[in-house]
């Protein structure tokens, strides 16, 4: 199985923890001390050997941080795990804070005490946020402790070794462009910054740039490795030897020198020594690479990582890629919700309903010839109040029947050699209320109205936001996380730097995927979300207009559950737009799809749509 169903850390394990952790403060000269999920490559997800806020909180989501005081503790989530936090961690040990409103520089700026000392570990804060860290410690009078190694790592007695996965070469025929083609446009992005060379510490970009892919961490296909990249072109990929097959190293050969990573820090400090230039970005870089530039006397040009953007506009190899992904595993989203439909209530739980999907995957991908890979992230597979959880990770100890008059929210992915899925639908057990049913047609009505969006050039992912929001809004409703996440191409299922939410300030460009996955949740009841990809479209003119617009390009095709939909409340032209997508959906999949039944479950679920003409929204 793809996916693991275990829990973490138990609160008398977290509580021993804290207390050998602490016992070290003294020793080290701190007051505190920052456990942040991020390892040194910031990427969102880790290897069990840097899982360190998992182990010692038992917190499992994607984006935390713990602070760690003599006395008391505070664990630091987003709006996504308010819900989760309190279900997986003691809260007689950590205080859950708001990640967003009082992250820990603002907590600290607020509550730390004169000569406050903050233990952190470079390798896992990135530079901006360690300035930051210091900048509100600076009333106070405390600093910043840069720690030589993690006092967590000394007492894990069991931690996992590091990951040594496998690295795959990325065909040119999924890639659209060659290695030595995008090492020339990093090279020219590096010479027009004025630098002498550029460190680039993101995964996604290794991967990218050298045309690989690696097996480092769960769900990703990552190679967990730094490079060095000259303006002139030559380049260093620090990253273990044993990692690369045959065809793989003989791939890298020719474009590349393999160096241990363990020679990392010495080419940086030399660097340093020669007072090179080094180009690198701080929103990504940790601490300890610009400090071990800058210590030798080398200096920073601090400018975004120069293969954040290519990356993110996917070629037409990728574009057409991403397509056949899409039509793959709407076959397979078919099969998984055909097979749901026919089970009695009562009778599957969140667990089994995951190993079912992840099966349609795998038997759909091989018969279609092209292998499931991997899946995306870890489904969330929510019934009835565990829908509510919005990024909720079913476990042994949390799993439930799916019973009858419940809605069941199921937001999954795969990896494919070919593009990188990630679909969220929601689906009645039984029969829904009619409550159910008023918010599932608002947060449709959000989701087509993005989808039919137009837009100029140089118009963000923040300008956009609120057209997802605006039906919800009406009905006094929101929902606490982003409208739609960037996605890479068999690379990361987030990517940046493109997004919808209020923090989407990356303008929006031909080629972007992004999800559109507008959502309601009502604690301890239910919960809603409805989530395609697309891609943005080049400019194209507008009927009457002025000036050419961008759009969206739906790339992921499943039914959307007829049963949820109040067709009174839809306008015309969303109506007019569900029934043609659904058209499209039938049409495409219905010959990728295998059995008979699951055909006549799509024919059912894709028939058109009508409205009471007396009743229809305007």
């Known amino acids: 199985m793809f996916q693991s169903f275990d829990v973490t850390a138990s609160a008398a394990a977290s509580k021993d923890r804290l207390e050998r952790l602490r016992s070290r403060f003294d020793a080290l000269g701190i007051d505190a001390f920052l456990v942040p999920r991020s390892d040194r490559f910031q990427g969102e997800y880790v290897p069990e050997s840097e899982a360190r806020l998992a182990w010692l909180t038992g917190f499992t989501g994607s984006a935390g941080v713990a602070l760690i005081l003599r006395q008391d503790a505070h664990i630091f989530v987003d709006g996504r795990y308010t819900t989760q936090v309190r279900q997986e961690v003691d809260p007689a040990l950590f205080t859950p804070e708001d990640l967003i409103k009082n992250p820990p520089r603002q907590w600290l700026e607020e509550k730390a005490p004169q000569g406050f000392r ?25 600093e910043i402790v840069y720690l030589d190694a993690n006092p967590i790592d000394a007492i894990w007695d069991d931690r996992p070794a590091e990951p040594a996965g496998a690295v795959s070469v990325q065909p040119e025929q999924f890639a659209g462009r060659t290695a030595h083609e995008k090492l020339e446009q990093i090279s020219a992005a590096i010479k027009d910054a004025d ?16 045309n690989i892919r690696g097996s480092d961490v769960p769900h990703t296909p990552h190679p967990l490795a730094f ?4 303006a002139d072109g030559s380049n260093r990929l620090f990253m273990d030897s044993s990692k690369p097959g045959r065809d793989a190293a003989a791939h890298l050969a020719r474009v590349t020198q393999i160096v241990d990573p363990g020679e990392l820090e010495p080419a940086l400090a030399a660097l340093g020594a020669d007072g090179a230039k080094v180009m690198l ?3 990504l870089a940790p601490a300890r690479i610009a400090g071990l530039i800058t210590s030798a006397g080398g200096r920073l040009v601090e400018k975004a990582d120069p293969a954040r953007l290519p990356r993110a506009q996917k070629n037409p190899v990728e574009l057409t890629g991403s397509r056949t992904a899409h039509e793959r595993d709407g076959a397979a989203m078919v099969a998984f919700l055909a097979w749901l439909d026919r089970q009695k209530p009562g009778t599957t739980d969140e667990i089994n309903a995951v190993r079912q999907l992840e099966d349609a995957r795998r038997t759909t991908g091989e018969r279609l010839q092209m292998p499931l890979l991997d899946i995306s992230f870890d489904t969330i597979s929510g019934s009835g109040p565990n829908g509510a ?10 799993n439930r029947v799916l019973k009858d008059g419940e809605l069941y929210l199921v937001d999954s992915g795969g990896q494919y050699r070919d593009g990188t899925t990630d679909i969220t639908r929601t689906v009645p057990i039984g029969t829904a209320g009619d409550e159910e049913k008023r918010f599932f047609t608002l947060v449709l009505k959000g989701m087509i109205a993005l989808t039919l969006m137009r837009f100029p050039e140089g118009t963000r992912g923040v300008d956009l936001d609120a057209v997802a929001r605006s039906a919800l809004w009406k009905a006094g409703a929101d929902y606490a996380h982003g409208t739609g996440h960037g996605v890479g191409s068999y690379l990361s299922v987030h990517e940046g730097p493109q997004s919808i939410s209020r923090r989407g300030l990356q303008e929006l460009k031909p080629g972007m995927i992004l999800s559109n996955e507008p959502g309601y949740y009502r604690e301890g009841s239910f919960g809603i979300r409805i989530e395609n990809l697309v891609a943005v479209e080049e400019p194209s003119p507008v009927e009457g207009g002025d000036k050419p617009m961008l759009g969206f390009e739906t790339l992921t095709l499943c039914p959307i559950d007829r049963r949820l939909i109040l067709p009174d409340l839809l306008s015309q032209e969303e109506l007019s737009w569900l029934n043609g997508y659904h058209n499209r959906v039938r049409d495409v999949l219905a010959p990728l799809i295998e059995k008979q039944e699951d055909r006549d479950w799509l024919a059912m679920m894709t028939a058109p749509i009508s409205q009471d003409p007396q009743h229809a929204a305007r």
């Open 118 to 142: 903050l233990g952190i570990d470079p390798w896992l804060h990135t530079l901006r946020e360690s300035r930051a860290l210091q900048k509100s410690l600076g009333t106070s009078g405390g």
């Open 281 to 283: 970005d701080p929103g």
């Open 195 to 210: 630098a002498d060379c550029c460190v680039i510490t993101d995964p996604s970009s290794i991967a990218w740039i050298y």
């Open 389 to 398: 959880v919005i990024h909720y990770r079913v476990s042994n100890r949390s």
């Open 227 to 230: 490079a060095i990249i000259d």
